[in-house]
């Protein structure tokens, strides 16, 4: 018999800070990376222009390989440049949007076709991707998160098999914290074409736990956190999909 659903709470600060970054940009960075002469993207190191969540960090690598093996996939020839220059560039456009019209409050738009101006100094390109990772809460309905435009089984881990089996049977509601990218596409004179973001995966699973001293209780829920986050590569390809579409069709998924 099912009983009333469970409340989670994820006990973690979300938010998306709009800050300079001190996050270090993907392992093995790549000037020039592949593709055709189809059209030129040049695609910005994550999170130039927003802190990245430190939960993130250890595995960025795995989802920018991802972009990556995705833009490729369609064609493109790709461009990038070193997390400290962009940084520095972003720092700078903000700089020259404030001392043109004297305000300390900059939009993002005006500081990116500024930053785009300066960016086309060094490089040629049709297009600009300014891609962010960030951490955000998704909503739990019975044992699936929802978030930015995608689904999610929520894992249960459970000490017994009588606390798996409550656990399966109960309902879960509440919210989790999730891993979301977020792209702005620019063309090349720094006008914004599209902004928009596709979620990736959760950060945790739900731990169910009996207490062993009083037979028939049933158990409790808290958040534990996975690891590896992003072992999942159609997920990958499903949220990088999202945040690029429309402005690049997805594409068929591929088997990992």
């Known amino acids: 018999m099912r009983g009333r659903p469970a409340r989670l709470a994820a006990g973690l600060a979300l938010a998306l800070l709009l800050a300079c970054s ?6 093995g960075e790549r000037f020039v990376l592949v593709g055709s002469a189809a059209q030129n993207l040049l695609i910005l190191p994550f999170n130039v222009t927003v802190p990245m969540p430190e939960r993130l960090e250890v595995e960025s690598s795995v989802v920018w390989d991802e972009i990556e093996a995705y833009l490729r996939g369609q064609g493109k020839q790709l461009k990038t440049v070193a997390f400290r220059d962009a940084h520095r560039l972003w720092l700078a456009s903000i700089q020259e949007v404030r001392a043109g019209d004297g305000s300390t409050k900059v939009g993002f738009d005006d500081a990116a076709r500024v930053l785009v101006r300066k960016l086309a ?12 990772l960030f951490v955000r809460e998704a909503p739990i309905l019975e044992k699936t998160a929802s ?3 995608v689904e999610r089984a929520v894992e249960i881990e459970a000490i017994d098999i009588e606390a ?9 509601e509440g919210a989790a914290p999730a891993a979301s990218l977020h792209a ?3 063309d090349a004179d720094g006008n914004k074409l599209q902004e928009t973001q596709g979620g990736l995966e959760l950060l945790v699973r739900v731990r169910a736990l009996r207490d062993a001293s009083a037979p028939g209780a049933e158990p409790t829920f808290r958040f534990a956190d996975r690891s590896p986050i992003f072992a999942d590569g159609a997920h990958l ?9 429309p402005f690049l069709p997805p594409l068929p998924d591929q088997p990992d």
């Not at 100094?121 to 962010?132: G, K, L, S």
């Not at 798996?164 to 879960?172: G, H, Q, S, W, Y």
């Open 121 to 132: 100094r060094h490089a040629e390109f049709d297009t600009v991707i300014i891609p962010t």
């Open 164 to 172: 798996r089996k409550v656990a399966e049977d109960i309902p879960l």
């Open 147 to 149: 978030w930015d435009g």
């Open 237 to 245: 390809r499903e949220g990088i999909a999202r945040a690029l579409s």
């Open 22 to 27: 001190g996050a270090k940009a993907p392992s």
């Open 184 to 186: 702005v596409v620019l």
